[in-house]
């Protein structure tokens, strides 16, 4: 429960006028932590217009906030606090208040407190007679009653006993005097009451086992060793007793304990402690054989170890320097005697030793902690080494380098750089102007300068002795400028380089050929090549390169020239220069350079390889050759063009291929050219191998043949050559060619004409050719044949043998003068007809009819268009029926006479 735990209900009544009263608890003792909530009350109200609402609280005369009290009903304040803390303590009061003025006032003390409590309650016997128990009040903010009782349940049962004499050993205690020790196990209880609670503490004590022994007396040391103290001491009492030792160092804090186990004799040595250290040591003890307590701590006695050599060194420091003209210093030391932890002893002497030398003293401790090394030499590096001496020994050495006085030399100067040849230059050198100590070496650093945009390559280093001034060096490249700088070192160390020094060596000829040779055909060039490249690298220039020699040749495998191995035909190597312009400048060093190769055949592999040449000479013969073909010309002109064969209507033809063909050949243009007939045409091959052969040639007929080469390429846009010289031939007399113009006509029916020309190949002369025509119309009839030497004829066919109202056929063949049979070549006539006189006049007579009819006929049209323009009346004749039928009869008969 979180509320007031004790209350106490005092009212106080506040008298007023009008009867008004206040009513609230007159004093509240409220538990440390908890929560109080106290009323005030209004009685005894005669008069309606005061309520709760006007009730305020204040403490120790400060109004409170109001959110610490509320409004319970009409007549009821309630003051709440939590979580109480001893500054919540005073006066408080409620008031009622109305128009600035007190009406009624009621107060009330508000206390805080804690618990009863006590602390370290325990009980001791020392001597196994007489024992006491002690306590020690826990303050708890309130009056507090403490009341001691006791019981044995061997003696007194259950029942509690007050104390026997509470005033022998003071305040808070109970004292058993060797009567009233009954010696079993008791129950000790102190009982704590004050206004919030009542609190009981019960321990148990048996004096017979838990009695705890007098110190042990008499407590001796004695130093053994720097490292070991021997402590003996005298028992309390007779009896069995076991014991335990503690020691404290001067430099320790808390005490430590040598063994964990009790001892049982009265005497133990330690060992393992620092020399010449004040050690305070104390002893205790508890019974041996029965359960007991440990005693009390002896009188703590006190002892030093005996002294031992410093087990560390000074704090040695360089204080100052004092040169002399002479280059000689005197040198002061200082140092700081090894802490005190360390020393072991009282330091009674410092040692102090020098090397190089062996320099030894001894300096009484009481003399400082400094002292001066006199005369030491300024360019010598000395140890010196301090040592604490005390009467058992020396510490460890301590000590410190005095470096001498020698500084880094100089810069030496380089007097002269010179090129001997292409591959050594000599240098020559002084000593520094401030060598600033004893000169050791010289170191001579070289290497090739960079070149722009780069990094140094690797720098070689040469060392010599000190009277070394010259040196030539060798082994380097032709013509490369190389950077030198030497440098001298002391017992310091190295000194600064000096002023860098370039020299080129002499130029050599090149080592190397150019680079990343490439060649190009030139399309539109068939007879050139355009070679670029890239100048030699730098390495193998060996100096500054003025031109190049461009070396061609056909290409051929394993070629040989005077017993060397070059990839060249016909023993012939053709060159070329190429030369230079602004050698020196940097961009024409490192530029591609280009060159056109010209007056090559087309079409044709050519080796190429290029030189360099500087003012030394020319480079040496280069393996990087590379290959590339020309590109394709105008195809050469075939040779030896024949004719192999010759017939009526085939020539066969032979040639061979060109001397320089200059390109790929594809293929041949063969022609065959008719020079006589214009009828004969003239013939086109594309073979691509020889021979060939023309056919369906004019027999008799005189041909030129001609012959070119021709290529797949497109450039150049002519891919054929010239033709080459002709060749005339004519060929033999062959069966002539068929009649030309063949044409066939009959004027009365029965009689045909013939008229035809010559054939337009007649594959042979004209004179004697002979024409054989025939012409037939009825099937199965012998046709009409008659020979002819002219070009027409006129055959009679016999009416019996026709067939009227088809076309007759006729055919003409031409007969060369040695009888050979040409082709027939057939005409076909109109429709053959054989005519009867006899019949004429009704045939006439028919056409007249109808010729009167029509133009009866078109009159009367006529009429009646005019009669129409000219508005005239007029009206047709009726035609009567008779009259009708007598026209249609005599068309009829008109008709069938025809």
Known sequence: MSRTLFILMYFLLVQNSNSLKLEVAMQIVVKYGETMETQCKLVDINVDEYTAEDIAWYKNGDVLSEDMYSVVNTTTSLLSLSNVTFDAEGNYSCQLNHLDQVVAIATTDIVVGRSPSIANFSCVCYNMGEMWCTWDPVDSNLPTQYVFTWRSFYYSGNLWNDCPNSITKGPNSCYFDTYTNLGSEHSMRVTSTNQLDTDNKIIAFNPDTQYTPFPPKNLQLESRTAYSILASWTPPIKNSLRYKLQYLSEWETEWSQPTDESLERTNFELFGLRPYTLYKIRVSCRPAYRLGRWSDWSDIISKKTMEAAPTEGVKLYLSREILHDNNKRDVIISWTPPPLIERNGNITMYSINVKPGNLDSII?????????????????????????????????????????????????????????????????????????????????????????????????????????FYFEVSNLKSFVQYEFKIQAKNNVGFGGNSHTVTEYTMEAEP?????????????????????????????????????????????????????????????????????????????????????????????????????????????????????????????????????????????????????????????????????NNTNCRTQYLKPRVSPITFQNLCGFETYMVLASACSDSKIPTVSCGRYSSPVYVTTTIGVPGPASNVNANTDDGSVIELAWSSPKRPNGPLTGMAYQVSCWNKINTEPVSLVVDSNEANIQVDCDNINEGLPGICTVQAISAEGQDGAIVAAETQPLVCYNTEDWPYVLMTIAVILFLVLLGVLIKLFCIYATKRDINYKVPKIEPVWMEVVVRINIFVFKLS
């Open 511 to 675: 080592t190397g050929p150019a680079t990343n040779l490439t060649l190009r055909s030139i399309e539109s060039n068939p007879h050139s090549l355009s070679a670029s490249w890239i100048p030699p690298c730098l390495d193998d220039r060996n100096g500054i390169i003025r031109g190049y020699i461009i070396k061609y040749c056909p290409h051929v495998k394993n070629g040989n020239i005077s017993g060397q191995a070059y990839p060249c035909e016909d023993q012939i190597i053709y060159e070329a220069k190429y030369t230079v312009v602004n050698p020196e400048s940097l961009e024409s060093s490192a530029s591609t350079c280009h060159y056109d190769i010209t007056n090559l055949r087309p079409n044709t592999e050519y080796a190429v390889w290029v030189l360099p040449f500087n003012n030394k000479g020319l480079g040496s013969e280069a393996t990087n050759i590379v290959t590339r073909k020309t590109s394709e010309g105008t195809p050469g002109v075939p040779v030896n063009l024949k004719v192999q064969v010759v017939t009526s209507s085939e020539l066969t033809i032979m040639w061979e291929l060109p001397e320089e063909p200059n390109a790929d050949i594809t293929h041949y243009n063969i022609t065959a050219i008719p020079l």
């Open 364 to 468: 009484d401790a009481n003399n400082g902690e400094e002292y001066t090394i006199k005369g030491l030499d300024s360019y010598i590096s000395y140890y010196v080494s301090v040592k604490a001496i005390n009467n058992a020994g020396t510490s460890p050495p301590s000590g410190i380098y005095i470096l001498d006085k020698t500084t880094a030399p100089g810069k030496p100067t380089i007097t002269n750089v010179t090129s001997i040849n292409e591959g050594t230059i000599a240098v020559s050198w002084e000593e520094p102007d401030n060598p600033n100590g004893a000169i050791i070496n010289y170191v001579l650093s070289y290497a090739a300068s960079p070149t722009i945009g780069g990094e140094h390559q690797q720098w070689h280093r040469i060392t010599f002795n000190s009277s070394v």
